[in-house]
């Protein structure tokens, strides 16, 4: 890999059979680049066939979103999605039956197995568990829940642990909870056709390690793959991806070291900054489109040492910046806030930004209870569905009313016979081309009832705690 070469978030690169690295700051104009970079290959590539696309991965569903919108009449050969969606439907899915245990059996029970969820570790989940290894000694179970939630796989020379991501919740009382137990707990699901959104990573792994062949089909299917937001990837889908690489595909990574905040999850910047390919080509994008030079030059000073040093494209935006340096005491830095507005004439609304879901509840002054944790304490299968369409509620709300569908039908999980399981009662059938129709009727019907009969209180207390 050579010197970084700077250009302009509307520069289209002329080799596009070569993978690269773009380093990228905030503002800088990174998903506008992405799209004009998908839409450069789509129309100059000659490795793209009738039956090959251009995949394009984003962290979140939201961004996936948007990169689709912005792609628009470009989608029919560009697969958008998160990771994770990325490699359940191209690799769990259809391979994850390959995979067996020391007895010889399944890991997995994909008669039963209809996508992937969060890691929620219920009462009676619990009970099996501790029945199962035998540790029943071990008495607390809010702190046994609080570890069995946090436990991840790590990548370790290319074995896995599975552990919790804070170690000391492996202490209870005088006792430690045994990684050897753990797979247990994760059997305890499989068995059931259930796997974890960390499961998916674990099982592509695996399943592309021990039967390398996919990654020459995988790589035939997406000759060309561009990850926005690489920054939060972590070591597994690094590991991932160069394999894909390596067996062909064009790989192109974006991101800001920077701007790497998932390190709870295994994410490292040094991932990023050191990733590296055979002749893959680096880029910056120093331009920042969004901020006036007073917050790009506090940018940075903030990021001193890094390579990237931005420019700020507003010359005629001076605006001044006013920094409070303030203790744990939130009412005092508030009404500081609110004295300096006066100060400055300022009356228009204002957005307040912070660090986390406590700081918020105090600004509000509003005690919540998590309506959540109670409602999966008592029932976890309708709690999923119930924070399901409350979270579909809010996308169309937010006017993504597609997502808000997609979000209902990954609710509605079936049977092998295509029964819908709890907490639908009876031996309800539905196919897949249903769950569509199904889905659109609850979403009309919940928000229907919600704008006839709604408490706006309750609604701002469940998004607080989602």
């Given at each position: ?15 596009i ?62 697969d ?10 191209n ?16 890991l ?81 699901f ?29 790589s ?10 690489f ?21 192109g990574?974006?991101g ?15 991932d ?9 080509k ?49 009412t ?17 609304d ?10 918020v ?13 109670s ?11 119930l ?42 059938f ?14 009309e019907f919940?928000?229907?009832e ?17």
């Amino acid at each position: 890999m050579g010197e970084s070469i700077t250009i302009m978030s509307d520069d289209r690169l002329e080799d596009i059979e070569s993978p690269f690295k773009v380093i990228a700051g905030p503002g800088a104009g990174k998903t506008h680049w992405l799209v004009e970079h998908i839409k450069n290959v789509f129309h100059n590539s000659t490795k793209l066939s009738n039956i090959s696309k251009i995949s394009c991965i984003t962290y979140t569903t939201v961004g996936a979103e948007e990169v689709q919108h912005r792609l628009k009449n470009n989608l029919d050969k560009v697969d958008v999605s998160t990771i994770h969606s990325f490699l359940y439907s191209n690799i769990v899915k259809p391979y994850v039956h390959l995979l067996k245990g020391e007895s010889g059996r399944r890991l997995v029970n994909i008669d039963e197995m209809d996508g992937h969820s969060e890691n929620v570790a219920t009462k009676g989940k619990i009970y099996k568990w501790q029945t199962e290894v035998s540790n029943g000694y071990i008495r607390d179970q809010k702190k046994i829940k609080k570890c069995l939630e946090n436990i991840d796989w790590v990548l370790d020379n290319g074995s896995f642990i599975l552990k919790p991501r804070k170690e000391y919740l492996r202490r209870v009382g005088t006792y430690y909870i045994k990684l050897e137990d753990l797979l247990t707990y994760k059997q305890i699901f499989w068995d059931e056709g259930t796997i974890h959104h960390e499961d998916v990573l674990y099982f592509s792994y695996r399943i592309l390690n021990e039967f390398p062949l996919i990654l020459d089909h995988l790589s035939a299917k997406y000759p060309y793959m561009f990850i926005d937001e690489f920054q939060d990837t972590n070591p597994i889908q690094s590991e991932i991806i160069k394999w894909l690489g390596n067996a062909g595909t064009i790989i192109g990574v974006i991101g800001d070291p920077a701007q790497s905040i998932y390190s709870f999850q295994g994410a490292s910047r040094s991932d990023f900054v050191n990733f590296c390919l055979p002749n893959l080509k680096e880029y910056q994008i120093e331009n920042n489109r969004r901020s006036g030079q007073a917050i790009v030059g506090i940018l940075n000073h903030l990021r001193q040492g890094d390579s990237l040093a931005q420019r700020s494209t507003h010359n005629q935006s001076n605006n001044p910046i006013y920094y409070f340096e303030c203790a744990d005491e939130i009412t005092k830095t508030l009404l500081d806030f609110h004295n300096l507005r006066q100060e400055l004439g300022l009356e228009n609304d204002y957005c307040i930004l912070t660090r986390n879901n406590g700081s918020v509840k105090k600004l509000r002054n509003i005690e919540v209870t998590n309506v959540w944790t109670s409602l999966n304490e008592a029932d976890s299968d309708r709690e999923r569905l119930l924070k399901s369409l409350f979270t579909a509620y809010m996308l169309v709300e937010d006017g993504r009313n597609e997502l808000a569908v997609k979000e209902v039908i990954r609710s509605l999980r079936t049977d092998k016979n295509n029964i819908l399981k709890s907490p639908f009662r009876g031996t309800q059938f539905i196919n897949p081309l249903s769950k569509r129709s199904l889905a659109v009727d609850m979403l009309e019907f919940l928000m229907n009832e919600i704008k006839q009969s709604v408490d706006f209180t309750l609604l701002s207390i469940l998004s607080n705690t989602l």
